[in-house]
Nanobody
């Protein structure tokens, strides 16, 4: 059974940082295409960052230079380091793994507010 469990969300002031974690079981983050998505209230879910099995990364224009996706194969975990956070980054952040199918985590709330 595949499980993706996100953690690390919370309330942070503008300009602050957070690191999200996505702990995977049932799939290997090293061979799956892993990605972070987010969904703000009233908006569609959008891709934020992704990493291929070879380690190639891709970012949405809105987060380039501020967010970094990484993985720890030994811990079977994917991370999203978020710096210089803005109020418009407020959303529920989801982890997704794709290989033989698409697997989603339950999401973690990130709120950027003063």
């Amino acid at each position: 059974q595949v499980q993706l469990v996100e953690s690390g969300g919370g309330l942070v002031q503008p300009g602050g940082s957070l690191r999200l974690s996505c702990a995977a079981s049932g799939i290997s983050v090293s061979i799956n295409h892993m990605a972070w998505y987010r969904q703000a209230p009233g908006k569609q879910r959008e891709s934020v960052a992704s990493m291929s099995s070879r380690g190639f990364t891709n970012y949405a224009e809105s987060v380039k230079g501020r967010f970094t996706i990484s993985r720890d194969n030994a811990k079977n975990t994917v991370y999203l380091q978020m710096n210089s956070l803005k109020p418009e980054d407020t959303a529920v952040y989801y982890c997704k793994g794709s290989l033989t199918g698409d697997y989603w985590g339950q999401g973690t709330q990130v709120t950027v507010s003063s």
